[in-house]
């Protein structure tokens, strides 16, 4: 039996994903469903932010995710990073509408982002690694999130 032929649009956000990781020195943030980022990243993206958090003592890496325990059970690799690095990687929560798209945005730096969006079976993929507008306009919706957001309890938890 044949494995079912994988998303495109899925293998091109892992690609995009990789460049704006590769290219990202000292900011990177991410806001997603956790359901959408378990399927385009493995347990190696904690250890990419480990690389960026090494290349400069001010970095500032941020996870935006919409259920903190869905990201301990899906991607626990990853929290072992974010465990391992209490000061560089910060993680809230924030929850999502269950009609709202699922999506996936990615700030790296001042100049490249991405978007990933799924409604229904239909996916859409947008962004530049390197466009400062729509990177400026990227985080800026990014921070108003941010400001909504609570702390992710189930992270936390780990640190204590």
């Given at each position: 039996?044949?494995?079912?032929?994988?998303?495109?649009?899925?293998?091109d956000?892992e690609?995009?994903?990789?460049?704006l990781?590769?290219?990202?020195?000292?900011?990177?943030?991410?806001h997603?469903r956790?359901?959408l980022?378990?399927?385009?990243v493995?347990?190696?993206?904690?250890?990419?932010?480990?690389?960026?958090?090494?290349?400069?003592r001010h970095?500032?890496?941020?996870?935006l995710?919409?259920?903190?325990?869905?990201l301990?059970?899906?991607l626990?690799?990853?929290v072992?990073s974010?465990?391992?690095?209490?000061?560089?990687?910060?993680?809230?929560?924030?929850?999502?509408?269950e009609e709202?798209?699922?999506t996936?945005?990615v700030?790296?730096?001042?100049?490249g982002?991405?978007?990933l969006?799924?409604?229904?079976?239909r996916r859409?993929?947008?962004?530049?690694p390197?466009?400062r507008?729509?990177t400026?306009?990227?985080?800026?919706?990014?921070?108003?999130?941010w400001?909504?957001?609570?702390?992710?309890?189930?992270?936390r938890?780990l640190?204590v």
């Amino acid at each position: 039996m044949t494995a079912p032929e994988r998303d495109p649009t899925l293998i091109d956000a892992e690609a995009l994903m990789a460049d704006l990781v590769d290219a990202t020195r000292r900011r990177f943030w991410l806001h997603a469903r956790v359901a959408l980022l378990a399927e385009i990243v493995g347990d190696d993206l904690g250890s990419l932010l480990a690389n960026i958090a090494r290349r400069h003592r001010h970095t500032d890496i941020r996870l935006l995710v919409d259920d903190d325990l869905a990201l301990k059970e899906r991607l626990p690799g990853l929290v072992e990073s974010i465990k391992r690095l209490p000061t560089a990687v910060t993680v809230r929560r924030l929850d999502a509408s269950e009609e709202s798209p699922l999506t996936l945005t990615v700030i790296a730096d001042h100049s490249g982002w991405m978007q990933l969006t799924q409604a229904g079976a239909r996916r859409v993929l947008r962004g530049d690694p390197d466009d400062r507008p729509g990177t400026h306009r990227a985080a800026q919706d990014f921070e108003a999130n941010w400001s909504l957001s609570d702390e992710a309890v189930e992270i936390r938890r780990l640190h204590v």
